[in-house]
């Protein structure tokens, strides 16, 4: 990206030695920088491109595969991180989460790395000051030299591209909170509705939520029993959640912007389709819908 900056649109700069390459903030950012931060935050174990329409939406929509989904997806791309420093705050992605190891998913997956160079994603509208850097740089012990964070805000072309490539993720993240042994997932496949951007960073997080809740479908390939397959399975989608079936900002208004009130098991694809390799079945879960898809982005 740094060697493409001008096609890219996005700007590098230096902070404190740490490299910020911005791809939405005050740069320009666009398609391309989309793909290549949600690259970035699958620590380049997945692929990432868009695609023609699906059923959900009648724009394009964003596909996503891998062959590697837990250090991809868990491991890397999963939002887990929490930076917050004096007033900045932003929630961070990417193989820097690995050598971090702030949160307690990395234990329960028995994930952990030591890194001599590290990359992060930082979803913010706020270009990270000096003491953000000096925090990474610390919790992923290395030298701020050797720090690059990449930002964009969720209410821009490369901001929101990264975030509804996250269907995959929201899959096995809502598998692993259920109880499922997200280690015998061997392959994913998910595609997902690419949002109109939005007007501001509350609205543009109300359509790239309904962009995975209503309108992602995800395939994965995985060993184990029918049995646990057709029990847990339904579970899976969006649709087993109470708050299931109405735009997520009317959800996230309705909790008074309280983001934590919002039932978690909500954010997880629309459909998901599982293959048992061991015996050959496939099960298929949730629905999509595609008039909420729609209204979330079209008002």
């Known amino acids: 990206m740094i060697a493409e900056a001008d096609d890219l649109h996005v700007a590098v ?19 391309a920088a989309g793909l290549q931060l949600a690259r970035v935050c699958t620590a380049g174990l997945a692929e990432v491109t868009l695609v023609p329409p699906t059923a959900a939406w009648y724009g394009p929509a964003v596909a996503v595969s891998t062959d590697h989904p837990l250090a991809a997806c868990m491991a890397s791309q999963y939002a887990g991180w929490q930076i917050a420093q004096g007033k900045f705050f932003a929630m961070g992605s990417g193989p820097m989460r690995a050598a971090a190891q702030k949160e307690d ?32 740089a610390e919790s992923c012990r290395v030298p701020a030299p050797r720090v690059t964070l990449l930002v964009a805000p969720t209410a821009s072309q490369a901001g929101g591209l990264q975030i509804v490539a996250r269907s995959i993720e929201t899959a096995l993240h809502k598998m692993l909170e259920i109880g499922f042994d997200v280690s015998r997932i061997e392959s994913g496949f998910g595609i997902a509705p690419l949002p109109p951007v939005a007007a501001d960073d509350l609205a543009a997080i109300g359509r790239t939520n309904d962009a995975v809740l209503y309108g992602s479908e995800v395939t994965l390939w995985l060993r184990g029993s029918d ?17 299931h079936g109405e735009p997520f900002r009317a959800i996230f208004e309705r909790y008074n912007r309280d983001f934590y009130r919002v039932d978690p098991h909500l954010f997880s694809p629309a459909v998901i389709t599982l293959v ?13 819908l595609p008039d909420v898809v729609e209204k979330s982005f079209t008002t």
Do not use: C, W
């Not at 700069?13 to 398609?31: E, K, S």
């Not at 329960?108 to 992060?120: N, P």
């Not at 049995?227 to 708050?243: F, M, Q, T, W, Y």
């Not at 048992?276 to 999509?288: A, E, I, K, M, W």
């Open 276 to 288: 048992n390799l061991d015996t050959g079945r496939v099960f298929r879960f949730g629905q999509l």
């Open 227 to 243: 049995a646990e397959i057709e029990s847990l399975g339904p579970r899976i989608p969006s649709n087993a959640s109470p708050d």
């Open 13 to 31: 700069t230096q902070v404190d030695g740490a490299t910020i390459i911005d791809a939405g903030i005050h740069a320009r950012g666009g398609l």
């Open 105 to 136: 998913i990395f234990a329960r997956m028995g994930h952990g790395e030591s890194a001599s160079e590290v990359v992060g994603v930082l979803e913010t509208r706020k270009l990270p000051p000096a003491e953000v850097v000096a925090y990474v």
